[in-house]
């Protein structure tokens, strides 16, 4: 008999996480721990209670999953971190999986497509949509020595992006609608993360992260 697996469910509308937890347990192999409408009430409770599944929204009131995945996935690491965006996730999946996560999908999948993403976790295996194939996208591109670039998070990433284009300091401030003096605060954490010194080591491995997460196929 298969093991019951343990979830837990973070999102923010409470109708919609009673009807997802409604489908994952009407057949008995999958049984809600709790669910919860914010970061800092599901992150202790992936820590105290390890479940098999975390099925969380990309976009939460305090900050996207980028600021969480990591350390939720470090405190559980037998854990599997499926995210639901409203978004096409095929730019966000390298990221992701970067900091721990085993799969995305739309909010507006099928209840069958998400219980085929589960029941292949299961199984070992990891689903991706037969649409971004058909597009020419193969997001797994080798990112090998290039974790510290995934653990920016959305924002850092868009900084990043448009340093590497060469825009300037005051006009990326401009674009997210932040003082300059916060871009400087930005880049600090920047540094840290990807483990440089200086502005051009940071152009050069996001750079290179860059180049190595392009489609396969224009």
Known sequence: MMKVW???????HPTSMLGTKLILEEKGELQ?????STWSECVPVVRTMQPELVLA?????????EEVLLSMKKSSPSSHFVVMTEEDGR?????????????????????????QLIQGLREGFI???????????????????LDSVMQLNQTEMFIMQRIVQGITYDKIALEIEVSRRSIDN????????????TRAQAIE?????????KPMYA
């Open 6 to 12: 343990q979830v837990v469910i973070v999102g923010c």
């Open 32 to 36: 809600v721990l709790g669910m919860y």
């Open 57 to 65: 929204d990309y976009h939460m009131p305090e900050g996207n999953i």
């Open 91 to 115: 730019e966000l999946l390298q990221p992701l999986i970067g900091l721990g996560a085993s799969g995305i999908l739309s909010k507006g999948v099928s209840p069958g497509q998400l219980l």
């Open 127 to 145: 689903s991706l949509p037969l649409e971004w194939l058909e597009k020419g996208f193969w997001p797994l591109a080798s990112a090998k020595g």
């Open 186 to 197: 930005y880049l600090r954490k920047i540094y840290v993360k990807l483990d440089v010194s």
């Open 205 to 213: 491995k996001f750079a290179l992260f860059s180049r190595q997460t």
